[in-house]
């Protein structure tokens, strides 16, 4: 797995941040929720990928999961950088549901297991993932069917 | 709709439906007269304010945060420039964090007032909803001389505020806060102590505190059902350490409990406006002068969070930068996209008729959901 330009990191907040494969991440957010952090606070998408190219799909993203233990009040980071397929935690959390569907509509990313993995915010006939770097603006993309 | 037999009926919530107010739609299937299944529709106001940040300039895309949630201008701009302020590693001046957090405060009564306000238009109490919209007006009026805007304002930037507050506005604000225990008392009138209020609130929509963490619900709507999480006292940003209030906490998580809190709060946001006046009346003459064109604002590369305690709940700001003047990533946390997933749980069940209540109990406001 290529990781290209990794930015630098800084836990502002003093949480602690982990750097997991993707088969690893999800263990670890299976165990952590056992252990007491039931909240997930956020779950946020990067696309990695430069810029300049036209490469379709760069394919490599980057998911950051913020989780909050109401007890110890803790809060802990993990990151995972995937090919565009997570094993989806909907079943672990169940906020994460709409989440997911969220980032599926704007980047693209599919989530297996999920139980309706479909476009949110944009109309379905929209074509295209608009949060993607080789995503490119058209002139007009109109909606039909009022 | 497949599951629409000879005793269920379907029925369509749109946009344009008088309870929902804003633009959100729900598809709701009908069991006699019980709620069995509900479907939320979102996106009818999907502005796309996460593209927007990474194409424009900082300074452009200020002005377009506050379009988020119209009823909380403030605390959106706040949430995006403490992102940027940490990556910088820039510090505010004392008087530009009172002055963060004096309107900061007014802005959280601004947003719970008009919430109860709706909410007594629902009752049809067509008098007691225009009290609260009065004195939601009042403070509309005090930032209109601040900043120039009622609804959004652009009035903080990065590394602290436009313009100083001058002595004819503080006193005004301080005769608010001075005639605010009398109007308080009408009020509770409306509301505590009404019986059509009570009737319609009470043991309704009951959500227990397991479910609301699971859920992700943040701030009144989670102090309401039994947790203390304040994330002013939790990770205290600004002044939030050095002043003296305690969030209350009730735990029945029924409707009633929110809509009570939400006026509690009210009384100790007026307590925190009144601790900030005592310290900004005595040093008004002291002066930001800010120098920072708005096109030039670049900060160090690298990324940060930001928590701030918005009147719905969380509000979360992730900001990646590269060191250039146009951000990489920008992701926004709003808590009403959460209290939706909620709201489909909690209606099953219920009559239709309780659907109006429920939603407005959770303050779900939908241009802040979209984005």
């Given at each position: 797995?290529?990781?290209?330009?990794?930015?630098?990191?800084?836990?502002?907040?003093?949480?602690?941040?982990?750097?997991?494969e993707?088969?690893q991440?999800?263990?670890?957010?299976?165990n952590?929720?056992n252990k007491?952090f039931i909240?997930?606070?956020?779950l946020?998408a990067?696309?990695?990928?430069?810029?300049e190219?036209?490469i379709s799909?760069?394919?490599?993203?980057?998911l950051?999961?913020?989780?909050?233990?109401?007890?110890?009040k803790?809060?802990?980071?993990?990151?995972t950088?995937?090919?565009?397929?997570?094993r989806?935690?909907?079943t672990l959390?169940?906020?994460?549901?709409?989440?997911e569907?969220e980032?599926y509509?704007?980047f693209?990313?599919?989530?297996k297991?999920h139980?309706?993995?479909?476009r949110i915010?944009?109309?379905k006939?929209?074509v295209?993932h608009?949060l993607?770097?080789?995503?490119?603006m058209?002139?007009?993309?109109?909606?039909?069917g009022? | 709709?497949?599951?629409?037999?000879?005793d269920?009926?379907?029925?369509?919530i749109?946009?344009?439906h008088?309870i929902t107010?804003d633009?959100?739609g729900?598809?709701v299937?009908?069991d006699?007269?019980?709620i069995?299944?509900?479907n939320?529709?979102?996106?009818?106001?999907?502005?796309g304010i996460?593209?927007?940040?990474?194409?424009r300039?900082?300074?452009?895309?200020?002005?377009a945060?506050?379009?988020?949630?119209?009823?909380?201008?403030?605390?959106?701009s706040?949430?995006f420039?403490?992102?940027l302020e940490?990556?910088?590693?820039i510090?505010?001046?004392?008087?530009?964090?009172?002055v963060r957090?004096?309107?900061?405060?007014?802005?959280r009564i601004?947003?719970?007032?008009?919430?109860?306000?709706?909410?007594?238009?629902?009752?049809n109490c067509?008098?007691?909803a225009?009290?609260?919209?009065?004195m939601q007006?009042?403070i509309?009026?005090?930032?209109?001389?601040?900043?120039?805007?009622?609804?959004s304002?652009?009035?903080?930037?990065f590394g602290?505020?436009?313009?100083?507050?001058?002595?004819e506005?503080?006193?005004?604000?301080?005769?608010?806060t001075s005639?605010?225990?009398e109007?308080?008392?009408?009020?509770q009138g409306?509301?505590k102590?009404?019986?059509?209020?009570l009737?319609?609130?009470r043991?309704?929509?009951?959500?227990?505190?397991q479910?609301?963490?699971?859920?992700?619900i943040?701030?009144?709507?989670l102090?309401?059902s039994g947790?203390?999480?304040?994330f002013?006292?939790e990770?205290?940003?600004?002044?939030y350490?050095?002043?003296?209030f305690?969030?209350?906490t009730v735990?029945?998580?029924?409707?009633?409990?929110?809509?009570?809190l939400?006026l509690?709060?009210?009384k100790?946001s007026?307590?925190?406006?009144?601790?900030c006046?005592?310290?900004l009346?005595s040093?008004?003459?002291e002066?930001?002068n800010?120098e920072?064109?708005?096109s030039?604002?670049?900060?160090?590369?690298?990324a940060?969070v930001?928590?701030?305690?918005g009147p719905?709940?969380l509000?979360?700001?992730?900001?990646?930068?590269?060191?250039g003047?146009?951000?990489?990533r920008?992701k926004?946390?709003?808590p009403?996209?959460?209290?939706i997933?909620?709201l489909?749980k909690?209606?099953?069940?219920?009559?239709?008729?309780?659907f109006?209540?429920i939603?407005?109990?959770?303050d779900?406001?939908?241009?802040e959901a979209?984005?």
């Amino acid at each position: 797995m290529c990781r290209r330009k990794r930015l630098e990191y800084r836990a502002f907040w003093g949480e602690i941040i982990m750097e997991l494969e993707a088969i690893q991440a999800f263990k670890m957010l299976n165990n952590l929720k056992n252990k007491g952090f039931i909240t997930l606070l956020s779950l946020m998408a990067e696309d990695l990928s430069p810029i300049e190219t036209d490469i379709s799909g760069g394919e490599n993203f980057r998911l950051t999961y913020t989780l909050y233990n109401p007890v110890l009040k803790e809060f802990k980071e993990i990151q995972t950088i995937v090919n565009a397929e997570m094993r989806s935690v909907s079943t672990l959390f169940k906020s994460a549901k709409y989440d997911e569907m969220e980032i599926y509509d704007l980047f693209g990313i599919k989530f297996k297991n999920h139980p309706k993995l479909d476009r949110i915010f944009l109309d379905k006939n929209f074509v295209g993932h608009p949060l993607r770097n080789n995503y490119k603006m058209p002139e007009t993309q109109t909606k039909k069917g009022y | 709709m497949r599951e629409v037999t000879k005793d269920k009926i379907a029925v369509k919530i749109e946009p344009n439906h008088p309870i929902t107010r804003d633009m959100i739609g729900f598809d709701v299937i009908l069991d006699g007269e019980k709620i069995s299944k509900i479907n939320s529709n979102l996106g009818f106001s999907h502005k796309g304010i996460e593209k927007a940040g990474q194409d424009r300039y900082i300074g452009q895309y200020l002005p377009a945060i506050e379009k988020i949630d119209y009823f909380a201008p403030f605390f959106y701009s706040h949430a995006f420039l403490s992102a940027l302020e940490r990556l910088s590693e820039i510090e505010l001046p004392l008087y530009a964090q009172y002055v963060r957090v004096l309107t900061m405060e007014l802005n959280r009564i601004t947003s719970h007032l008009s919430n109860l306000g709706r909410f007594m238009d629902v009752l049809n109490c067509r008098s007691a909803a225009f009290h609260f919209f009065n004195m939601q007006n009042e403070i509309l009026n005090i930032f209109e001389k601040i900043s120039g805007g009622r609804i959004s304002c652009n009035y903080y930037v990065f590394g602290g505020v436009k313009n100083n507050i001058c002595r004819e506005i503080l006193t005004e604000i301080l005769n608010f806060t001075s005639k605010f225990k009398e109007k308080f008392k009408i009020l509770q009138g409306f509301t505590k102590e009404n019986p059509v209020f009570l009737d319609r609130t009470r043991n309704k929509g009951i959500i227990d505190t397991q479910n609301a963490l699971e859920y992700s619900i943040t701030g009144v709507n989670l102090r309401a059902s039994g947790l203390n999480l304040d994330f002013r006292k939790e990770k205290p940003y600004l002044l939030y350490d050095k002043l003296e209030f305690h969030a209350p906490t009730v735990f029945e998580g029924d409707c009633y409990s929110r809509f009570a809190l939400r006026l509690d709060e009210i009384k100790i946001s007026v307590e925190l406006v009144k601790q900030c006046l005592d310290w900004l009346l005595s040093n008004c003459e002291e002066k930001c002068n800010l120098e920072i064109k708005l096109s030039d604002i670049c900060p160090k590369a690298g990324a940060a969070v930001s928590f701030t305690e918005g009147p719905r709940g969380l509000i979360m700001c992730h900001v990646v930068s590269d060191g250039g003047k146009k951000l990489k990533r920008v992701k926004w946390r709003t808590p009403s996209f959460y209290s939706i997933q909620i709201l489909e749980k909690a209606l099953i069940g219920l009559n239709l008729a309780d659907f109006a209540v429920i939603f407005d109990s959770l303050d779900i406001n939908s241009s802040e959901a979209d984005r």
